[in-house]
């Protein structure tokens, strides 16, 4: 266990669907962080939500939409996915403070599948 | 580009000692670090290095060159619960990290 927990683990959903994939930590950080991790490829930062304020990344699709309603949650909804956003979706969260990194916790990570 | 480099799949004994390699590219550095993640579940912290040298964390080590823009993952006395996938990520001037693809790690008995 890592603090960090993710629902759900596993996920089939069809093109149409809308769905949220859901990102909770308790570890008191204040950073938290979308990734979407494809077979043999680096992991993909889609999204972070640091110090109470969004980044974004400007090459995640619009049909990915992230929602951080406080430092403890994270939410990243899906509608009119492609097959080809089907991956391992990874939330994570770190303790950020003024320049100094710290390492980041990652949760079990939700399996999604495109139909 | 911000790139990194590391081999894709390694194989070696239970036992034995391996290296895994990493080389960087990045818009300024602010240090490097290793994950460990089974298959199926969550990456987890190893090292990190922001200076040159080598750091010893029980059977694993981690080096860094920051000139020749380096690092390798060292495993001493290999253990089948080993196997996984080891991910180098460097973090840039951003203090964004850059991540490489893993490197899939196969420990034979």
């Known amino acids: 266990e890592t603090g960090v927990t993710q629902t759900p683990r596993h996920l089939v959903m069809g093109m149409t669907n809308k769905k949220s994939l859901k990102c909770e930590q308790h570890l008191g950080h204040n950073a938290m962080y979308w990734y979407k991790q494809s077979a043999k490829k680096p992991l993909e930062l889609m999204f972070v939500y640091s110090l109470e304020e969004r980044v974004e990344n400007n090459s995640v699709p619009s049909r990915f939409s992230p929602e951080c309603p406080n430092s403890s949650h994270l939410f990243l909804h899906l509608h009119t996915l492609q097959p080809e956003d089907s991956a391992l979706y990874l939330c994570a969260s770190s303790q950020e403070s003024g320049g100094n990194y710290n390492e980041q916790f990652f949760g079990p990570g939700t399996r999604l599948t495109v139909l | 580009g911000q790139n990194i480099d590391q081999p894709t799949e390694m194989t070696a004994t239970e036992g034995a000692i391996v290296q895994i390699n990493c080389t960087y590219q990045t818009s300024g550095f602010n240090g490097l670090f290793w994950y460990q993640q089974h298959a199926g579940e969550a990456p987890t912290f190893l090292s990190y290095?922001?200076l040159d040298g080598l750091e010893e964390k029980g059977r694993f080590s981690s080096f860094l060159s920051r000139s020749k823009g380096y690092s390798y993952l060292l495993l001493k006395e290999l253990q089948m619960k080993d196997s996984a996938s080891y991910l180098c990520a460097a973090l840039d001037s951003n203090y964004q990290l850059i991540w490489g693809a893993g490197t899939k790690l196969i420990i034979k008995p």
């Open positions: 290095n922001v």
